[in-house]
């Protein structure tokens, strides 16, 4: 197979914009690592122009490349100067770009190739001699045309994932915000509350454990079977269960740590910096110090509390304090109080928002699966192993 350099074919975008609005901007914050695309970010900053780009262009994170921040722009829209804006020149097929970038070996290289320790940058000059393979138009054509159908498959799924979300969310706050639970018609409200519904501080409820920090850089400790959860992997992330975790710490390793052996279903919440993002593992887990985890006293608990909390993010906020980041204590935390409806209701809630968690959790591990497929079959691709013929 011939290759050409990526300059050769593509280069990087010079257009400036002035319409920068939180429903287009991009910055690393919001692209999701491992190429998971993007999410909507929170905020947009104060400035006159950004850079712009179009659709068709690709967008590639320049901030610690070995994060595979990379996104296949279908709006347009404008992004921070960490974001890379690479636009196709006329003899190559944007999709089939985006795909060779997707490549793991281009994460490989743009790693080697970045500048700094601490924090490392992309070399935009060696990011332009990656190598490209040169095909005709129509064989780029069917390749962009395979790797596609897996995304398609994977961004229906991530529609439904996001349905469900807003399903079980809507049931929240019918049952506990505006009080139409099962059978609402015949109780008494009691000071504002359902009768036999009480207010307690969260510490009466549940557990709330921090994390730890691995005291060894030893590398015989990682790689294990449980699952090492930092902010990133939740912050990133646009539905409840984690399943792309790739910090994974042995039992040897978890005893070398201050962090603690988390049962499956633990609600996780962000405790400092980025505050108030929730995920919850079906399987075991541990966390970093970043986290408040949670373990509810009561089984049929778990999904209440789980988007009770989610839906006070505003106010866990205004608990936290400090100068150098904002952290919420686990003190001021279980302060906080939490109404806790009658038990019949919570049964009845945890068995219809589970229904929604299994599905959502089987979706999410539909695409994972999809995801790998897509990732071999893109390798075999790209290295030539695969051959894909112009007739």
């Known amino acids: 197979m011939e290759y050409m350099n990526l300059k050769d074919c593509a280069k990087y975008s010079k257009l400036r914009t002035s319409n920068i609005t939180e429903a287009t901007y991009i910055s690393t914050e919001n692209m999701v690592p491992n190429k998971g695309g993007i999410t909507t970010i929170s905020s947009v900053p104060e400035c006159k122009s950004i850079a712009k780009y179009e659709p068709g262009d690709i967008l590639l994170s320049n901030i610690r490349p070995y994060f595979c921040k990379i996104w296949y722009a279908t709006r347009e829209g404008g992004c921070s100067n960490d974001v890379l804006v690479i636009k196709a020149n006329k003899n190559i097929d944007s999709k089939f770009l985006y795909y060779v970038l997707s490549d793991k070996n281009f994460f490989n290289y743009d790693t080697v190739t970045s500048k700094g320790t601490k924090m490392p940058r992309g070399n935009k000059n060696a990011i332009m001699k990656y190598l490209v393979p040169k095909v005709s138009l129509s064989i780029q054509q069917k390749v962009a045309s395979i790797l596609s159908t897996y995304d398609s498959l994977i961004e229906n799924n991530t529609k439904r994932i996001c349905m469900l979300e807003q399903m079980a969310e809507k049931l929240y706050k019918e049952w506990f915000v505006r009080f139409r639970f099962p059978g609402y018609e015949k109780t008494e409200i009691v000071n504002g509350i359902p009768k036999g519904w009480i207010v307690e501080k969260v510490d009466n409820v549940c557990d709330t454990i921090g994390g730890g920090t691995p005291s060894t850089t030893n590398p015989d400790y990682w790689g294990g079977d449980i699952k090492w959860v ?75 509390l789980l988007y009770s909390l989610k839906l006070r993010k505003d106010e866990i906020i205004s608990n936290a304090n400090g100068a150098t980041f904002l952290e919420i204590s686990k003190g001021r935390f279980r302060k906080m109080k939490v109404l806790v409806p009658a038990h019949k209701i919570l049964d009845e809630f945890e068995e219809k928002a589970r229904l929604f968690f299994d599905e959502i959790l089987k979706l999410e591990l539909h695409n994972q699966n999809l995801t790998r497929q897509r990732d071999l079959l893109l390798l075999r691709l790209m290295s030539g192993k695969l051959e894909v013929k112009d007739k």
Do not use: H, W
Not at 235 to 260: C, D, W
Not at 277 to 300: K, M, Y
């Open 230 to 304: 930092t902010p990133s992997d939740i912050t990133s992330k646009t539905s409840l269960p984690l399943l792309n975790i790739e910090g994974r710490i042995t039992e040897e390793g978890l005893k070398k740590s201050s962090a603690k052996l988390l049962p499956p279903y633990t609600i996780l919440m962000t405790s400092r910096a980025s505050i108030g993002f929730f995920g919850i593992s079906s399987e075991r887990v541990c966390t970093n110090q970043g986290f408040i985890s949670i373990i509810p006293n009561e089984e049929n608990m778990r999904m209440y």
